[in-house]
């Protein structure tokens, strides 16, 4: 058992125990391949996009849907894990979700000229994105020691930039070694073939290909990692419980008694509900607050335009008077920019906590956001109406700078630190339903604002980032009201930290 020789010091644990706590890292590293899966996804799709269009002859419009249905399956998929995951467990929804991504990925690599069959095989990656992503807080919430939750939950936010990064890489690698197009033909590079491994197939296939690859590795891991353990209370199997607990506590079998105790403690609750109704208030008519925390946090963190501003980010450094390149360049900027950040978030959160990091976060993103629009709307504006700061690099710097300011304090709190909260803070008996419903939320919100931003930005991009800079400051006023400080709170007693706010 852990201890510690005065008050504040530093604890001790002892060797059984820091075994304990490597196994509980190598299991959060397993649960956080679902965001290296999702930046796997992202550049199969970068590569495809041009391929499809040719091979289809589909127009803009129809791209962009097939592209956009994956994130409309991942609703669904992220709606039913949660609640599936009370039934069969956790680690099932997991493995499942490996075994979407394999088979749907190798389903897209012989689609052949049928838009029809790439919609067919995107609906089931989606998911598979939408489920992995959405369970992996819980669980690794369920079996990360209370001290590490909060950075062990955030490696999967590292992981989706890392794997958009490297995947990036990849996919560029890919088009590269692909034949080139004849001369004068409207083909396009990523539909040229790659001979390699005695197959001789377009990039876009490999690319494809790899993420099922990826899908093998995410499966074979997910085989090796331990049930969450309040799953196996909640299942009533106490013994794989308590060897499940043990593995992730080191703890010995008075102390682990004791625990389980606590577990079923915090299952009971004197309502007959089952399914989605378990989140419910007791009238039965509306969620309850800490579920209704959960979705608002959800739809916040997107609803702050992050991933719109990512998507578009070279059309919005060409806005402010970069050069295609240049622009190219900004945005790998911004992507160092964001894994510092999310490094600096891990090392923090459990340290500090969440809430300071996050009313931080929210102020900062309004600052900047609000930096940002001020330049937009006061620059000259160009023949369409866009602004022009090609005239004026200084304002250009400081746009850049503004807006690294806005990705690092996101990727640093918010990004990470909502899916801390929505796998941490909701009692155990509604965990599932209620991760859910707030991942559900996550996806739509997401949907809506890349949907809408090309839209608003062309209308006025300053007035948009004025939007979100908005939602930022609800967002921080919502922090500061409404939402609890849940680091070194045990999982078990969320429902009191729950019944204080």
Not at 146 to 170: H, M, N, P, Y
Not at 231 to 254: H, I, M, N, Q, R
Not at 343 to 363: E, K, T
């Amino acid at each position: 058992m852990s201890s510690v020789s005065v008050e504040n010091a530093k604890p001790t644990y002892t060797p059984r125990e820091h075994q304990a706590r490597r196994y509980s890292v190598w299991v959060a590293i397993v649960a956080s391949l679902s965001g290296l899966m999702f930046g796997w996804d992202s550049m199969a799709l970068n590569v495809v996009k041009n391929a499809l269009q040719y091979h289809t002859k589909a127009n803009n419009g129809l791209i962009g849907f097939a592209i956009a249905f994956g994130v409309l399956s991942a609703v669904l998929g992220a709606f039913v894990a949660g609640r599936l995951s009370d039934k069969t467990g956790r680690k099932p929804i997991m493995i499942i979700s490996a075994v979407l991504f394999i088979v749907s990925s190798i389903g897209i690599v012989f689609i052949g000229n049928s838009i029809g069959l790439f919609l067919f095989w995107r609906f089931f990656s989606g998911l598979a994105m939408g489920a992995a992503m959405t369970i992996a807080p819980a669980y690794i919430s369920e079996t990360a020691p209370a001290d590490l939750r909060g950075t062990l939950v955030s490696l999967r936010q590292f992981f989706i930039i890392i794997g958009l990064f490297v995947c990036g890489l990849l996919g560029d690698w890919l088009v590269g070694k692909a034949d080139a197009p004849a001369k004068g033909s409207d083909m396009p590079q990523s539909a040229g073939n790659l001979s390699m491994l005695g197959l001789n197939l377009e990039a876009w296939q490999w690319a494809f290909l790899s993420v099922a690859i990826g899908g093998i590795v995410y499966l074979v891991t997910a085989l090796m990692v331990p049930e969450s353990p309040r799953y196996l209370v909640l299942a009533g199997k106490l013994e794989e419980a308590k060897a499940s607990l043990g593995k992730t506590t080191g703890e010995d079998s008075d102390e682990l008694d004791a625990r389980i105790a606590g577990i079923q403690d915090s299952l009971k609750s004197d309502s007959k509900r089952s399914g989605f109704k378990v989140v419910l208030t007791k009238s039965g008519h509306n969620l309850q607050k800490v579920v209704w925390v959960g979705v608002a946090l959800a739809a916040l963190q997107q609803f702050v335009g992050i991933n719109a501003i990512f998507y578009y980010s070279t059309t919005i450094f060409a806005t402010v008077g970069f050069g295609e390149q240049q622009a190219l360049q900004q945005t790998l900027i911004l992507t160092g920019v964001k894994v510092v950040a999310i490094i600096l978030g891990m090392i923090l959160i459990d340290r500090i906590g969440r809430r300071p990091l996050m009313i931080f976060g929210s102020a900062a993103m309004v600052v900047s956001l609000i930096a940002v629009s001020s330049i937009m709307l006061s620059a000259p504006k160009a023949a369409d109406g866009s602004p022009d700061l090609a005239g004026n690099p200084a304002l250009g710097i400081i746009a850049l700078i503004a807006l690294c300011l806005y990705v690092g304090s996101y990727a640093g709190t918010w990004g990470p630190i909502m899916w801390v909260l929505v796998g941490e803070m909701f009692p155990n008996r509604i965990r599932g339903a209620a991760t859910s419903i707030a991942g559900a939320a996550e996806w739509i919100a997401n949907f809506a604002v890349t949907l809408s931003f090309p839209v608003l930005a062309a209308w006025s991009i300053g007035t948009t980032y004025i939007i979100y800079g908005v939602m930022a400051l609800i967002g921080l006023l919502f922090v500061i009201f409404l939402v609890p400080e849940t680091k070194n709170v045990e999982l078990e007693d969320m429902d009191k930290l729950v019944e204080q706010n």
